[in-house]
C-alpha cells in the first residue's frame, strides 16, 4: 500500500487553498500550484478542523470498518507534526 510522504493537515490544508484560489473550485486562477504553495499553512487551522471533525466515523463508515483503528489513525492525524517542519 502506498502511504503520503506529507503529513495529512498538509494535505487537507493544501485541497483547501487550491480550491479557494484555482478556476477549478471557487477561485479563479488558471494555475494556483504556485499560490497553493506559497499559502497553504494558512488553511492548516481549517484542516486541522476537518480532521477533528471526522473523528466520529458515520454509521456507514462503522459499518465497513474497525472505529477503534479509525479513530486512531484520525487522531494520528491530528497530531502528526512533521508539517510544521
Do not use: C, F, Q
Not at 478542523?49 to 487522531?75: C, F, N, Q
Amino acid at each position: 500500500m502506498d502511504t503520503a510522504l506529507t503529513a495529512p493537515v498538509e494535505r487537507v490544508a493544501r485541497v483547501l487553498a487550491g480550491h479557494e484560489l484555482s478556476r477549478n473550485g471557487e477561485g479563479d486562477m488558471p494555475s494556483a500550484g504556485e499560490a497553493v504553495d506559497a499559502l497553504w499553512p494558512e488553511y492548516a487551522g481549517t484542516a486541522l478542523a476537518v480532521l477533528k471533525t471526522l473523528r466520529e466515523p458515520s454509521a456507514r463508515m462503522a459499518a465497513v470498518g474497525d472505529i477503534a483503528t479509525w479513530d486512531r489513525m484520525i487522531l494520528a492525524a491530528i497530531d502528526d507534526e512533521t508539517m510544521i517542519d
